[in-house]
């Protein structure tokens, strides 16, 4: 019991750092900028709208679309 009271003591003791949103906010853009990138793919690669000709990003993602909800056939 020494020992727990010991170790809670001393994680007491320690200041927690706080981040900069400056820090924060490229990697926030870079995080949804990732996102709508992904759901492009997985949403709307296809048909009329399609950047890569063929369907090798169809394929690739037909089961993570149909995961999603997204409709494909």
Known sequence: ???TAHVS???NDRMIETIPL??????AVFGTLLA???LYFVG???GATS???GHAVHE???DGR???GFPCH
């Open 1 to 3: 019991m020494t020992i």
């Open 9 to 11: 003591s001393a994680f």
């Open 22 to 27: 400056r820090a924060i906010v490229p990697w």
């Open 36 to 38: 709508l990138v992904a």
């Open 44 to 46: 709307a690669e296809q």
């Open 51 to 53: 950047l890569v000709s």
């Open 60 to 62: 690739f993602v037909h």
């Open 66 to 68: 149909h995961l999603l």
